[in-house]
């Protein structure tokens, strides 16, 4: 069975800044990697989905994240933060292909 | 509009009664999906369901019934609420099992 880590439940960045968000999971098998974006009052957006053919994934809004098996990490970072990036974050395994495990989720916070 | 949509959008009810959570998709899609939001939890899964009357249990299924008659609906009944089902619960489709999951907006569920 796998399972999802998100370390750091809260994340404050300065408007401009770099945001790194830290993924961490255990699979027995080479996993589908997702992470996910909520807006207050809304349901999830697929940000982006490794699929294991290529190691860096760019997803949309300018965020982008590596798949490292050998850590079992797929951190999302974006260069450059903006307003509109606050948000919760939430990276989530399928070792299926459908049945997905999330982790406990990232609440971004932009500051001006 | 094409999309997915779960009504109610809030819920208030008591212990010992009946609710059901409706979800309607019309892409056509195969796979839905419940899951309950809870603080510190992430998303969990309820159920899920492959494709019309064919339906199988996720991670926290205890307390819930499904039912998958038409491939584009697919209703959750808590058939005695608990207070320990208070959550913000998602319903979610995809095309295939390989495709990313569209989440509707949510049902805020209070039960006192």
């Known amino acids: 069975a796998q399972s999802v880590t998100q370390l750091g439940s809260h994340v404050s960045v300065s408007e401009g800044a770099l945001v790194l968000l830290r993924c961490n999971y255990s699979s027995s098998v080479p996993p589908y990697l997702f992470w996910y974006v909520q807006y207050p009052n809304q349901g999830l957006q697929l940000l982006l989905k490794y699929t294991s053919a290529a190691t860096l994934v760019k997803g949309i809004n300018g965020f982008e994240a590596e798949f490292k098996k050998s850590e079992t990490s797929f951190h999302l970072t974006k260069p450059s933060a903006h307003m509109s990036d606050a948000a919760e974050y939430f990276c989530?395994?399928?070792?299926?292909?459908?049945?997905?495990?999330f982790g406990a989720g990232t609440t971004v916070t932009v500051r001006a | 509009d094409a999309g997915i949509t779960q009504s109610p959008r809030y819920k208030i009810t008591e212990t010992g009664r009946q609710v059901t959570l409706m979800c309607h998709q019309t892409?056509?899609?195969?796979?839905m999906f419940w899951y309950r939001q809870d603080l510190g939890h992430g998303l969990r899964l309820i159920y899920y369901s492959a494709a019309a009357d064919i339906t199988d249990k996720g991670e926290v299924p205890d307390g819930y019934v499904v039912s998958r008659s038409k491939t584009e609906n697919f209703p959750l009944t808590l058939e005695s609420a608990t207070r320990s089902q208070t959550s913000v619960y998602f319903c979610a489709s995809s095309h295939r099992g390989d495709q990313p999951q569209h989440f509707g907006d949510g049902t805020r569920l209070s039960i006192l």
């Open positions: 892409w056509s899609h195969s796979y």
């Open positions: 989530a395994v399928s070792e299926d292909d459908y049945k997905l495990s």
